[in-house]
């Protein structure tokens, strides 16, 4: 966890990441952990963290992505806990995030969380 929250900080100090995304993803990953007993690290949560930062900050800045529906999401609905990752990402966008995420970030939140949900 600690190599996670230098990795938010050297994000943070090379302004590459704002303060607010910093707080809303230390929320995320202490939700993760409460709510769902999913543990992030560096080995399993680094780049997740640093991706979902990154689409924060897209957001933020009015930068956008085509919606569309690809075979990638065609076959992540498949799995055997897309409808538990696909609820988690929805609590992490409206209670976590309060943020819209684009399709494509969505997808992209639900695959690393299904990852995780393996290792459970």
Do not use: W
């Amino acid at each position: 966890m600690e190599k996670l929250l230098e990795r938010l900080r050297i994000l943070e100090q090379s302004n590459v990441i704002t303060q607010k995304t910093k707080e809303r993803l230390l929320h995320m990953i202490s939700y993760l952990e409460s709510t769902h007993s999913i543990i992030l690290n560096e080995d399993n949560g680094g780049r997740f963290i640093t991706h979902t930062a990154m689409a924060i900050e897209r957001i933020e800045r009015g930068e956008g992505f085509l919606q569309s529906q690809g075979v990638m999401e065609e076959e992540i609905r498949k799995e055997e806990n897309f409808a538990k990752a696909q609820n988690i990402a929805e609590a992490l966008e409206q209670n976590v995030f309060k943020l819209r995420f684009p399709l494509q970030e969505k997808y992209f939140i639900i695959t690393n969380l299904l990852v995780l949900m393996e290792d459970l």
